[in-house]
């Protein structure tokens, strides 16, 4: 079974800085599709990102943007100036190529923004 | 595109009284619809898989005869929790997935609080 692994419950940043949410992920298959997911307090689940195992360069979406290590199974995402709208908890999600398969979500990281 | 759309958004119920959850895809048709169930501060736990025309595929733990799942229709899927009790109190997400959509990403609805007294 495939398992996803966010280390790091909580991450803080300034205001216009830039931090990185790290994801790892344990697969015996060798295409898939990785997700960052965004849940403010609102509980809304919103599509941040995404990325397919098969290609090899990285995903961007504006200050959005991963680094993704298929050797490693590691898909960290990177906010680049940040804003106070960004604050919410992310989930690292991994999806099976083939069929109409769920997600399988990490647990999470809580990201605060500082003014 | 790719809308999902859950009601009720919130609902209170007593314990012993069953509570249905509608999850409509708006603007696509899905045949197989997922709903996750989220405790506070956690992560989405997958509880069933729905698909149009048959029996639900439930996760392992997760009670068939207490979260009742119908695919009745291609943009419709309903999750009855039946005989609540305090414990099932928790936040319900269902989604979908927009068949051909590049990378494959899963549609939310915006969840049903589910508080039982």
């Known amino acids: 079974a495939q398992t996803v692994t966010q280390s790091q419950p909580e991450m803080s940043v300034q205001e216009a800085e830039t931090v990185t949410l790290s994801c790892t992920y344990d697969?015996?298959?060798?295409?898939?599709?990785l997700f960052w997911y965004k849940q403010p307090p609102s509980r809304q689940m919103i599509l941040v990102i995404r990325q397919e195992a098969y290609k090899q360069q990285n995903a961007t979406e504006n200050r959005f943007s991963v680094n993704f290590q298929k050797a490693a199974k590691s898909f960290s995402l990177k906010i680049s100036d940040s804003q106070l709208g960004d604050a919410a908890m992310y989930f690292c999600?991994?999806?099976?190529?083939?069929?109409?398969?769920?997600?399988?979500f990490g647990k999470g990281t809580r990201l605060s923004v500082i003014a | 595109g790719a809308v999902v759309s859950q009601h009720p958004s919130w609902v209170i119920c007593k314990s012993g009284t069953s509570v249905k959850i509608e999850c409509r895809s708006l603007?696509?048709?899905?045949?197989?619809m997922f709903w996750y169930r989220q405790f506070p501060k956690q992560s989405l736990m997958l509880m069933a898989t729905s698909n149009e025309g048959s029996k639900a595929t439930y996760e392992q733990g997760v009670e068939k005869d207490k979260f009742l799942i119908n695919h009745a229709s291609l943009t419709l899927s309903t999750l009855t929790v039946t005989s609540a009790h305090p414990e099932d109190s928790s936040f319900y997400i269902c989604?979908?997935?927009?068949?051909?959509?590049?990378?494959?990403?899963?549609?939310f609805g915006n969840g049903t609080r589910l508080t039982v007294t």
């Open positions: 989604s979908a997935r927009l068949s051909g959509e590049g990378g494959s990403p899963l549609h």
């Open positions: 999600a991994y999806r099976r190529l083939t069929g109409n398969t769920p997600l399988v």
């Open positions: 697969t015996s298959e060798s295409d898939y599709y």
């Open positions: 603007d696509f048709q899905a045949t197989t």
